[in-house]
């Protein structure tokens, strides 16, 4: 047994069990990664995978718990080369961060400045991608921490931590009819086109909870993926936007009212999350603590540990 054998097993699991795929991700030959699958199963005299001819189509019983063994012990492998460059080189390495637009566009440039100030030798990767992309990434352990509001609340594997709460709001031309309201209904909402967040993105299930629950049916003709999207059609006249209220700015976003929605729509938050078992250089629990100064290091270490969520009031 050896570690390349254990990186195709979690490989080719990952990549739905089409070793070609499988091969192109470890830069090997197929034939390289059929023969090590065959001796693996050889040396340990049992099958792994479910096979219909020469395709694979899923894990037996016994390689369904290996696969996670495996997955187990690479962990393990990254966080001992992570540990020895922890106290070798200890404020110089690499750090991703997987978080949505908004977060990145609005709530981390002043939190990147610091840390970049504090750790200049450290290359800080912000990977843009959508709430469930940004669980797959720490899962893999190709991210160290992801920022989201969606999707990584209760996820096995994942510790999360409130980074900081939120509400949506109603954004309008200056000379729209709602502009005068200050607190309109969504019954006065829904008159209008509305253009907001696509499924999945920024609360965008609160939005819909709140419209559900009151018996109101919006007319959403456009999603966006950002908040800078849905502002640029609305001031096209394309219709009112809903989106975070952070992502106004009454010095750049000229033309444009934000009229609050707390009185409407529930309050959102944002989480931090890193997986468990995934050993974090020093300079990623600044990073963590310059988000939320309650979130110290070792506040999040046992966090991490217990395998339960933390709560802060």
Known sequence: ????????IRETVRQNFNLTEAANALFTSQSGVSKHIKDLEDELGIELFVR???RLTGLTEPGKELAEIVERMLMDARNIKRLAEQFSNRDEGRLTIAT????A???LPQIVARFKKEFPKVHLVLLQANPSEIVTLLNRGEADVGIATEALENVPGLATFPYYSWHHGIIVPEDHPLATLSQPSLEQIAEYPIITYHEGYTGRSSIDRTFAKAGVVPDVVMAALDADVI??????GLG??????MAVSPGKDMGLKLIPGDHLFPRNTTLIAVRRGHYLRGYAYRFIEYCSG?????????AMASGKELEIE
């Open 52 to 54: 219909r001819g020469k």
């Open 105 to 107: 566009r609005y709530m």
């Open 294 to 302: 309650e979130l110290q290091e070792p506040l999040v270490k046992a």
């Open 100 to 103: 949505t637009h908004t977060q």
């Open 1 to 8: 047994m050896n570690f390349q054998q254990l990186r195709i």
């Open 240 to 245: 009112i936007g809903i989106i975070a209220s």
């Open 231 to 236: 502002k640029s059609y609305v001031e096209l």
